[in-house]
């Protein structure tokens, strides 16, 4: 039998609460309980427990339990994908370029990396109706012999190792969404004028397993061909 994760409670815990399975005000199983349901002891239990309280799906009472949080009316979830969102059909993903790169102050930071280390850098134009609307820049951490890194050197498919799943680690996402004046590489590429603005996605992957950046990226997309849908969660 595959031994259960502390973040796996915390999904089926979500999923159900998302599904209405678990509703706003229901207590929870004793942690006893729990722990026997999954077969883990208290303190993966418990760390499965203080995960869900810290992303507002419940909430502890001393002495009484565990209950089911009331959904916040100002707490929206919405998909992005850099393929799926665009407004349109794409008609191709052209790779521009792939290297490795000294980073700067910026992707030190936002990859958690000294200034001695490398970074992989993939930039890629997607075409709709033979126009560039979408430009943009993967990062990753260079470790030389990581079969995703590898893979990604070899055939710059980034998007396709996380869209298949072969990350063999649960990770979550970060978004932040601009509207931006971009610098002239994007401009010349998108073909836009110099007072043009457009959206920027920018994108942080990181592990759950040590909180450590898998990647960051930013997408240049023409205002024409994107729009933000959300909705309230759960």
């Known amino acids: ?5 502390y973040l796996d409670i915390v999904n089926d815990i979500k999923g159900k609460i998302e599904k209405g399975i678990l509703k706003p005000g229901d207590l929870l199983p004793s942690e006893y309980e729990m722990a026997e349901q999954f077969d883990v002891s208290r303190t993966t239990l418990r760390k499965s427990l203080a995960l869900l309280v810290n992303e507002k799906y419940i909430y502890t009472i001393p002495g009484k339990g565990n209950y089911v949080c ?6 929206y979830q919405f998909y992005f994908d850099e393929i799926d969102s665009l407004k349109g059909e794409v008609e191709e993903v052209k790779l ?3 290297g490795v790169i000294t980073p700067g102050r910026k992707l030190m930071r936002e990859l958690k990396i000294g200034s001695f280390e490398k970074v992989i850098k993939i930039q890629k134009a997607t075409k709709i109706k033979d126009e560039v609307i979408q430009y943009s820049s993967i990062y990753l951490p260079y470790q030389k012999g990581n079969p995703i890194v590898e893979d990604v050197i070899n055939f710059a498919n980034f998007h396709g190792i996380m869209k298949k799943g072969k990350l063999h680690f ?3 996402k970060i978004l932040n969404i601009d509207i931006v004046h971009p610098p002239l590489e994007v401009r010349e590429n998108l073909q836009i004028d110099h007072d043009d603005c457009c959206f920027l996605v920018s994108q942080n992957i990181i592990s ?13 997309i023409k205002r024409n061909y994107f729009t933000l849908t959300a909705e309230t969660t759960f």
């Open 1 to 5: 039998m595959r031994k259960i994760l």
């Open 70 to 75: 009331e959904p916040s009316a100002n707490q």
């Open 96 to 98: 521009v370029s792939v």
């Open 170 to 172: 649960q990770h979550k």
């Open 208 to 220: 759950m397993e040590d909180n450590m950046p898998i990647s960051y990226n930013e997408y240049y």
